[in-house]
């Protein structure tokens, strides 16, 4: 993508950041933030990247002008105790995407949302397969998204593009819970022990075949392949539009724990939890991802390889 004016609503977050560092090398680029880290905001400036302070929940848009090529809305609310409400989370992860869109009708929009929308959650490997997702306050206020961005698209002819991405990782940000692998290694550093069941994980594309695998299957996508699938899903975006799932490898529990201690070079405590019955773990087709936006490149090694480096970085490893 080049000479285009982009604006990311969310540029201070894992994806937004790594979207607007890869964008602004050919483009304009504003990034809406409240940007509560200085060190996310300078980067982004070195870069090039207009920061706009913004509280994109409580703030109105009403200066926002409708001169913008392409919007990648990467703005999200991770709704915390229940006490603390919906009205946030509704107002970030939901209305956020119809106000970006009612004021920027010209543009391209990429919504960025989430594997954990229960409805319909392909791909599963049939639709006798029951979910595995339950609902909650972040899938429920995504869906309201998902739901005005296909509204929007279609009474509007705004173009427009879906992505549900899964275990986004590998940035330099090191912050838990929202880096699932960090979590992960962070565990296995202090020791903790992984109990792991004994799986059967059904094989794409069709799912018929089952292979045995040990613990479930984390699908890491690192943050700059996001990025880069992020930017292609604006040549396809299309009215109405196109709900793609956007993921890296599925890696049996075992195997990314067993990359941990080689990477880390820790020994990594896990327990083989036996049931009486193994349980279906759902493959994911990458079909649709590959025809869409083609392929995730980064392996599991480097992102791990590249998050030992931040945290040396950090001091936090040695
Ligand atoms: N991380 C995951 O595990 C995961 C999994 C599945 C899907 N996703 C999806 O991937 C996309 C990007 O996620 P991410 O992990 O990159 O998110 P992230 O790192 O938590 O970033 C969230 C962004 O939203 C901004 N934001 C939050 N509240 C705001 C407010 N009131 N006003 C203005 N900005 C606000 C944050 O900026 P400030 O805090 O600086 O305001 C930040 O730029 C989202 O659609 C998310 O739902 C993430």
Known sequence: MKEKNILIPGASGQIGEALALALAKDNTVTGMARFGSEAVRKRLENAGVRAVVRDLAADDLADLKDEYDVVFNQAVDWPGPPERGVDVPLAMNGYLQGRLMERCPSAIHIFGSTMSVP????????????????????????????????????????????????????????????????????????????????SLLCLPPDGLQTREISGSTPTPLHVDDGAALTIKAAAIAATPPEIIHVFGPQIPMSEALAEIASVFEVKVNTEIVEQSEKKLVACYNTAKMKRLLGEQTIPLRQILEQLRSYMQESGEVV
């Not at 899938?139 to 961005?149: F, I």
């Not at 275990?167 to 979590?183: E, F, I, N, T």
Request: proline residues 8%.
């Open 119 to 198: 409805d319909n959650v392909p791909p599963l490997i049939d639709e006798e397969t029951p979910t595995r997702r339950q609902s909650n306050t972040y899938s429920s206020t995504k869906l309201v998204g998902e739901s005005l961005a296909v509204h929007l698209s279609r009474e509007r002819g705004i173009k427009a593009a879906i992505l549900r991405y899964m275990w986004p990782c590998g940035s330099r940000q090191l912050r838990v819970p929202y880096d699932a692998l960090l979590g992960v290694v962070r565990q296995a550093l202090q020791g903790d022990t992984f109990k792991l069941e004994p």
